[in-house]
């Protein structure tokens, strides 16, 4: 093993994030939209770079190397590739854009070389290579396919191999504008959301119907090698994205763009259900293609689409793959660690065996940092003998809580430490959260957290430490759980390590002892439009102009007064 540190770059265009590795190992990790307060923060992460080396007790210059996750001659390719395609179909306009398109990428070029100036050696690496190193060093597989699944890296949208502990094949590929990532943006913008909240769709969708998807399979046409798009039915490919992804022929087979502030209709969640129903066969589609052609048992999925936890449940029980392992951060943010590992095996030598990671990475704050901040707020706080079991306790009395505890996830998902949690047996909790706490939508849905030896008590399946895949609730679990079933009977699932995280295991056990059940409801700690919170500081901002009764942060206790 070597003992140098390895930094890693990922998501320029948008959930910029860094990453430090060691000896195969993250040691650090974070998003810089944590720092910024910037949701899906693009550009350089200067912050989160600079969290990372302090974490790690090394200077820029003292590290072994860095990767970033792109080349940058394969990005120029595509970009002039694309302005080509829209000089003959978007006309001068189309090319204008195309041409702001590379100067902006030359930009952001130029301030990651400026700020990797003090490094010894950079490596550049493809966007989906960065993909499939993070998801295949944080898996447990000693030899597996691998499929990543985006909008667009450098000139692919969808990339697929195989590899072991020391390498990765490349063995087949979907160039762009052919893509199931810019498929689900062109619909998630048609129906009003904005960019980069292809979730909501996913939400959205379960209120849908069946009505549209026979009419939306011609968009998507499944072929021996991956698919195609008819790309009639799309203005991405050759005009500029903002006058809208979808053609004037999408809109006469199926409606308007909805306005924003427009209310959601039937039209709009059969959409919804359509393009949904529509990429959960595309992924499974592929996935027997890279089993037929890998002859591999093993598969980790990874890539923005692989954020999509419905299709990845359908891929995990109705694919062909014995194992299916999505990452906890299988966006372009974990493109960092992808990025970190590379380099740390091309410059640092052979890796140890990979071993699966947990996500909890990113900022850790001191028991006096956090009763600095509660001073510093003016708010009255106590501290429990414990606290874990206070939470239990208040949980199961109704409250809603706020739980601020040790190192910040890696990811978009919140898994115990910056997380929202109530009661999943009370009903009345998801649309609360919804409309007094988080400030969004009534159909989004919850996530139910469960320790992973007792999941199998009210789900059926094998749920994802990560909350990556949705399961069956079971029949008789349906009734018990409603704040965190969704309509279809399913439920995204995190199983809860002891090994990873006890304290947060013990908490459901000391909810079960209060409730009955060890199922709570987990959501992000935030608000609609923003991060997930960092800092304490965050956190308490968040507690006090929101709904929630009461706050764990740390060891201390806070609650509001009843209403």
Known sequence: MNSLFFLGIGGWHHDAAAAIVRDGRIVAAAEEERFTRVKHQRGVPRRAIEYCLKKAGVKMEDLGGA??????????????????????????????????????GWRLFCEM???????????????????????????????????SVDELGEIQSTWWGRGDRGTLEPMGAVDYPHSLGKLYSAVSQHLGFEELE??????????????????????????????????????????????GMTSDRFVR??????????????????????????????????????????????????????????????????????????????????????????????LGGPLPPSAPGHPFVGPEYTNSEIEDALKRAGVPYTRPKSVVKTTAEEIARGRIVGRFAGPMEFGPRALGHRSILADPRRAE???????????????????PSVPEERAGEHFEGTPSPYMAVVLKVKAKSRELLPAVTHRDGTARVQAVRREWDPEFHALHLDFEKASGVPVLLNTSFNVKGEPIVCTPDDALATYLKTGLDAMAIGPFWLKKAAR
């Open 67 to 104: 990767g970033v996750f792109f080349v940058p001659a394969d990005a120029v390719f595509a970009a002039l590739r694309l302005a080509t395609r829209r000089l003959v179909r978007g006309g001068p306009f189309g090319i204008a854009h195309s041409g702001y398109d590379v100067c902006r």
């Open 113 to 147: 070389q400026e700020a990797l100036l003090h490094c010894p050696k950079v490596r550049f690496f493809g966007h989906h290579l960065t993909h499939a190193a993070a998801a295949l060093r944080l898996s447990t597989f000693e030899r597996t396919a691998v499929l």
């Open 198 to 243: 292809e979730f909501r769709v996913m939400g959205l969708a379960a209120y849908g119907t069946p009505a549209l998807v026979e009419r939306f399979r011609r968009l998507v046409r499944l072929t021996p090698d991956g698919f195609d798009l008819d790309l009639d039915f799309f203005n991405f490919p050759h005009r500029p994205t903002r006058e």
């Open 253 to 346: 087979e199926f409606g308007r763009p909805r306005r924003a502030d427009e209310e959601l209709n039937d039209r709009h969640q059969d959409l919804a259900f359509a393009v949904q129903a529509v990429l959960e066969e595309a992924m499974i589609h592929f996935a027997r293609i890279v089993h037929r052609r890998t002859q591999e048992e093993n598969l980790c999925l990874t890539g923005g689409v692989a954020l999509n936890c419905l299709a990845n449940g359908r891929v995990v029980r109705e694919g062909p793959f014995k194992n299916v392992f999505v990452p906890f951060a299988a966006g372009d943010a974990g493109c960092a660690v992808g990025a970190a590992f590379m380099a740390e095996a091309e």
């Open 429 to 447: 909790n998801a649309d609360r959260i919804n409309r007094a706490i988080k400030w969004r939508e009534p159909f989004r849905p919850f996530a």
